[in-house]
Nanobody, 123 residues
């Protein structure tokens, strides 16, 4: 069973930075795709970023392109989301998710989910 544990959330002022981590355990092979999603209060869960562990291809939502960077440290089975120039609208619970095969940008195509980590950006 694949398990994902997020960490790194917190409270930060607008313009600040945070780095989220997603530590994976269990049978996550090199062909797994890892995605980050977020859900703000009263809103649907939305795609943020994703990385394919095999080829290192990365994908970003338009709203975070140029501000967020996803990376993977395969030796530690960990995926990071570096978030810079944070805005109040980035406030949400951030989830990492995993699926076997190529990455996707829709949440219902992911099989495994972490418990989430809360990010709050104050203005």
């Amino acid at each position: 069973q694949v398990q994902l544990v997020e960490s790194g959330g917190g409270l930060v002022q607008a313009g600040g930075s945070l780095r989220l981590s997603c530590a994976a355990s269990g049978p996550t092979g090199s062909n797994f795709g890892i995605g980050w999603f977020r859900q703000a209060p009263g809103k649907e869960r939305e795609f943020v970023s994703a990385i394919s562990r095999r080829g290192g291809m990365t994908f970003y939502a338009d709203s975070v392109q140029g501000r967020f960077t996803i990376s993977s440290e395969n030796a530690k089975n960990t995926v990071y989301l570096q978030m810079d120039s944070l805005k109040p609208e980035d406030t949400a619970v951030y989830y990492c998710a995993a699926r076997a095969g190529s990455v996707r940008t829709t949440s219902n195509e992911y099989d495994y989910w972490g418990q989430g980590t809360r990010v709050t950006v104050s203005s």
